[in-house]
């Protein structure tokens, strides 16, 4: 079992930056891909990027492409992601979840293990 907890969210200006963090505890992630979702109301989950076991390789939906960073810290069993040029579309809870495998993966149904979020507002 791995256990995910969320944090870094918060309200910021359109424009800003926030950097979340995914800590996972249970077992050692280094064995397992790593992404990045959100969810705002009324719509579905969906995915913001992925990052391979050994972080040698990442993924991003185009909406984020070139604004956020995800990265990995497998010595801190930690998960990131750097979210810069926010705007008002990105507000929406943020998830992280974890998959046992070596590639990056963009479906959630994919996915093992997740967090239980955290909410990111963006305001105009």
């Known amino acids: 079992q791995v256990q995910l907890v969320e944090s870094g969210g918060g309200l910021v200006q359109a424009g800003g930056s926030l950097r979340l963090s995914c800590s996972a505890s249970g077992r050692t992630i280094s064995s397992y891909a790593m992404g990045w979702f959100r969810q705002a109301p009324g719509k579905e989950r969906e995915f913001v990027a992925a990052?391979?076991?050994?972080?040698?390789?990442?993924y991003y939906a185009d909406s984020v492409k070139g604004r956020f960073t995800i990265s990995r810290d497998n010595a801190k069993n930690t998960l990131y992601l750097q979210m810069n040029s926010l705007k008002p579309e990105d507000t929406a809870v943020y998830y992280c979840?974890?998959?046992?495998?070596?590639?990056?993966?963009?479906?959630?149904?994919?996915?093992?293990?997740w967090g239980q979020g955290t909410q990111v507002t963006v305001s105009t």
């Open positions: 979840a974890a998959k046992y495998g070596t590639r990056t993966y963009q479906g959630p149904y994919e996915y093992d293990y």
């Open positions: 990052i391979s076991w050994t972080g040698g390789r990442t």
